[in-house]
């Protein structure tokens, strides 16, 4: 419960989790892009002194295609040999390289620390640069630039005589749109797409690191999809309890979930108090409105923006709706989705339990006409590859156990592993461990599930027969494809739909 700019936890007794006082958010985030900002950018750009031109590309090299350090000095070192010059251009190591890029005196790229908690003695900071700053750093990229919408673009195809609706862009949607129609005259909408993940640091998994990029709807796909194209905005804290029972207690729950929110708060509140920012886009002062379009997130994640009870103690675990854990499977069901209106009342009414909720306010509610509960997304890769391809095989292992016994299983893994070499295939020589597989592994069986499966089994009775089960696995697959096309029509939307 928020009060007197103060977090508390929802407790009747003083709780060691208490969250301190609410800091303002620094002047400076809200600052950099007025008008006044932009003029300076445009008088004054963004000069980096290199010692020359080879340096300059070398480096550009090394970073474009992330080359590691002994990799650059070869370079070097071969360059050195057969160049002829008494003085190398060349910086002495790729590692001297990386420290003037360091030093620089680059825009946009500085990063702040300040202290969201203290919890167990220990003081946890949130590692940030502004939202603003960030976008700034994208703009400064020239074939983003280039390339970025500024108006609502509407496709359509003509089919069989009928004109039907292309979907390929954000900017090609029905929201853009209805956004766009409701701006001030002379703004343009500007669409930021929020991921983030917590993730480990290194090969051994000793270290975390919560990241969160952003990114711009307004950049067509072809460029989104480059790494270049993401900005860093900063790593969220983790809270480590010293021990097992701080780590399943309530209070400490509730501090985790104050955090983020806090985090929420810094990172965002710049947006909602600005309405109108500026920036440059080929070289003119553009003014611009900000939207939070997509939140893209794996579910445990979803339900920390969403405020939502963790799946593996929730009765709803949905972000976006009020579907029963039990009617996930149901696809008959007239679901109801979650809003800011019935969730705030289930609050009210102290019935957030029932609505798998917690009862604390939500920063993103405060957005205008922004609903967390529709914009967050499960990003493909979680939702269809290591989410539900892998359930169908593990759901696939035990039928088949339960049918046929072990063998129909230690066929299928020897199929598996029988399959010669070939171009663009890699299987593992073990798959009996489905849990430690990779998107990319997981991806390569889908290629040969249905002729793996094939011809597996003779069914008899009211068991799933062989032939239901491969075209279980084809119509997964259609749907796979289908989702992964460039560009969508009105139609191809509502087949997707279930």
């Given at each position: 419960?928020?009060t007197?700019?103060?977090?508390?936890?929802?407790?009747?007794?003083?709780?060691?989790?208490?969250?301190?006082?609410?800091?303002?958010?620094?002047?400076?985030?809200?600052?950099?892009?007025?008008?006044?900002?932009?003029?300076?950018?445009?008088?004054?750009p963004?000069?980096?002194?290199?010692p020359?031109?080879?340096?300059?590309?070398?480096?550009e090299?090394?970073?474009?295609?992330?080359?590691?350090?002994?990799?650059?000095?070869?370079?070097?070192?071969?360059?050195?040999?057969?160049?002829?010059?008494?003085?190398?251009?060349?910086?002495?190591?790729?590692?001297?390289?990386?420290?003037?890029?360091?030093?620089?005196?680059?825009?946009?790229?500085?990063?702040?620390?300040?202290?969201?908690?203290t919890?167990?003695?220990?003081?946890?900071?949130?590692?940030?640069?502004?939202?603003?700053?960030?976008?700034?750093?994208?703009?400064?990229?020239?074939?983003?630039?280039?390339?970025?919408?500024?108006?609502?673009?509407?496709?359509?195809?003509?089919?069989?005589?009928?004109?039907?609706?292309?979907y390929e862009?954000?900017?090609?949607?029905?929201?853009?749109?209805?956004?766009?129609?409701?701006?001030?005259?002379?703004?343009?909408l500007?669409?930021?797409?929020?991921?983030?993940?917590?993730?480990?640091?290194?090969?051994?998994?000793?270290?975390?690191?919560?990241p969160?990029?952003?990114s711009?709807?307004?950049?067509?796909?072809?460029?989104?999809n480059?790494?270049?194209?993401?900005?860093?905005?900063?790593?969220?804290?983790?809270?480590?309890?010293?021990?097992?029972?701080?780590?399943?207690?309530?209070?400490?729950r509730?501090?985790?979930r104050n955090?983020?929110?806090?985090?929420l708060?810094?990172?965002?509140?710049?947006?909602?108090?600005?309405?109108?920012?500026?920036?440059?886009?080929?070289?003119?002062?553009?003014?611009?409105t900000p939207?939070?379009?997509?939140?893209?997130?794996?579910?445990?994640?979803?339900?920390k923006?969403?405020?939502?009870?963790?799946?593996?103690?929730?009765?709803r675990?949905?972000?976006?709706?009020?579907?029963l854990?039990?009617?996930?499977?149901?696809?008959?069901?007239?679901?109801?989705p979650?809003?800011?209106?019935?969730?705030?009342?289930a609050?009210e009414?102290?019935?957030?339990?029932?609505?798998?909720?917690?009862?604390?306010?939500?920063?993103?509610w405060?957005l205008r006409?922004?609903?967390?509960?529709?914009?967050?997304?499960?990003?493909?890769?979680?939702?269809?590859?290591?989410?539900?391809?892998?359930?169908?095989?593990?759901?696939?292992?035990?039928?088949?156990?339960?049918?046929?016994?072990?063998?129909?299983?230690?066929?299928?893994e020897?199929?598996?592993?029988?399959?010669?070499?070939?171009?663009?295939?890699?299987?593992?020589?073990?798959?009996?461990?489905?849990?430690?597989m990779?998107?990319?592994?997981?991806?390569?069986?889908?290629?040969?599930?249905?002729?793996?499966?094939?011809?597996?089994?003779?069914?008899?009775?009211?068991?799933v027969?062989?032939?239901?089960?491969?075209?279980?696995?084809?119509?997964?697959?259609?749907?796979?494809?289908?989702?992964?096309?460039?560009s969508?029509?009105?139609?191809?939307?509502?087949?997707?739909?279930?």
């Amino acid at each position: 419960m928020a009060t007197d700019g103060q977090y508390y936890l929802s407790s009747n007794e003083e709780s060691e989790y208490e969250l301190e006082s609410d800091e303002q958010v620094d002047e400076e985030d809200y600052g950099g892009a007025s008008l006044d900002d932009v003029y300076q950018d445009m008088q004054n750009p963004q000069k980096v002194a290199w010692p020359n031109d080879a340096y300059r590309e070398f480096m550009e090299l090394i970073c474009k295609h992330r080359l590691p350090n002994s990799a650059g000095d070869s370079i070097i070192k071969f360059f050195d040999k057969f160049s002829g010059l008494n003085v190398s251009p060349l910086p002495t190591s790729t590692n001297i390289g990386r420290q003037f890029l360091d030093n620089a005196d680059i825009r946009y790229t500085s990063f702040k620390d300040v202290t969201i908690t203290t919890f167990q003695d220990i003081e946890y900071t949130l590692h940030y640069r502004p939202i603003i700053q960030a976008v700034k750093s994208l703009l400064v990229i020239d074939s983003i630039n280039q390339n970025f919408a500024l108006n609502y673009v509407k496709k359509w195809e003509m089919k069989n005589g009928i004109e039907h609706q292309i979907y390929e862009e954000q900017y090609n949607c029905d929201w853009w749109w209805q956004e766009e129609s409701n701006l001030i005259a002379d703004r343009r909408l500007l669409s930021l797409i929020f991921y983030s993940d917590a993730t480990t640091l290194d090969h051994m998994g000793k270290s975390s690191g919560h990241p969160l990029f952003i990114s711009l709807g307004n950049i067509p796909n072809f460029q989104r999809n480059k790494p270049e194209s993401k900005a860093l905005v900063a790593y969220l804290p983790i809270l480590k309890p010293k021990d097992n029972k701080t780590k399943n207690s309530d209070g400490f729950r509730k501090l985790q979930r104050n955090v983020f929110q806090r985090c929420l708060r810094v990172l965002i509140e710049p947006i909602l108090r600005s309405p109108e920012l500026y920036f440059v886009i080929r070289g003119e002062a553009v003014a611009f409105t900000p939207r939070i379009s997509v939140i893209l997130a794996d579910m445990p994640e979803a339900d920390k923006y969403t405020n939502v009870y963790q799946p593996s103690s929730s009765k709803r675990p949905c972000g976006s709706c009020l579907v029963l854990k039990n009617d996930l499977n149901n696809t008959e069901l007239n679901i109801l989705p979650r809003t800011i209106h019935n969730m705030k009342q289930a609050i009210e009414n102290d019935e957030a339990h029932e609505h798998s909720i917690h009862p604390e306010p939500n920063i993103f509610w405060q957005l205008r006409n922004f609903n967390i509960y529709q914009a967050v997304v499960p990003d493909r890769m979680h939702m269809l590859d290591l989410g539900l391809f892998k359930y169908m095989l593990d759901y696939t292992k035990k039928l088949l156990n339960e049918q046929c016994g072990g063998w129909a299983v230690q066929t299928i893994e020897q199929r598996l592993t029988s399959i010669p070499r070939f171009h663009g295939l890699k299987i593992m020589k073990n798959v009996s461990d489905m849990t430690r597989m990779t998107a990319d592994e997981l991806r390569n069986i889908m290629k040969v599930i249905v002729i793996v499966l094939d011809n597996l089994y003779q069914s008899e009775g009211e068991e799933v027969n062989n032939e239901r089960l491969c075209g279980v696995f084809h119509k997964f697959l259609k749907m796979y494809l289908a989702t992964r096309e460039e560009s969508f029509t009105s139609d191809s939307c509502d087949q997707l739909q279930v």
